[in-house]
């Protein structure tokens, strides 16, 4: 299973950073959209559809905490997982996270085996990116 993912950050240089690190933690990846800041975020997901989002907290127009806010406004976004990635690492700031929405919380900088292990985490997926549910065999089938 791969999965289609939204780098939300305001620097260039990080999203790429993200993009290159997901790359080589061998987490499989289908599509990979970037934006600058919550309202390009948004807009992306107006168009396209997205597996998890990976956001900066500080960005200019719409932070990352606001773009939370609108998705859990909207049926078709509130579901959808956020990681936060930031340098911001205080307790106040992850619990305002997680009060927002976000299913996880990375503290930049980070390894790239902690990324990995965070979406596995948060997207129910074990080691090799795969659902507990991929694993039948074809005598399991349930209809």
Avoid at 17 to 29: D, Q
Avoid at 42 to 64: R, T
Avoid at 82 to 110: D, Y
Wanted: proline letters at 3%.
């Amino acid at each position: 299973m791969s999965f289609n993912v939204l780098i939300v950050d305001d620097s260039f240089s990080m999203r790429s950073v993200i993009k290159k690190v997901l790359s080589l933690s061998g987490f499989r990846m289908d599509r990979c959209f970037d934006a600058g800041n919550g309202r390009e975020g948004l807009a992306v997901l107006e168009k396209e559809w997205v597996d998890i989002i990976l956001s900066d907290i500080n960005m200019p127009e719409m932070n990352g905490l606001e773009m939370l806010s609108r998705m859990k406004q909207n049926p078709v976004y509130q579901n959808i997982p956020v990681i936060v990635i930031s340098t911001e690492g205080s307790e106040e700031r992850v619990n305002e996270a997680f009060c927002n929405g976000a299913k996880g919380f990375i503290k930049k900088p980070f390894l790239p085996e902690d990324l990995k292990r965070t979406l596995h985490d948060v997207l129910g997926v074990d080691a090799d990116g795969n659902y507990a549910d991929d694993q039948k065999g074809s005598n399991d089938l349930d209809f």
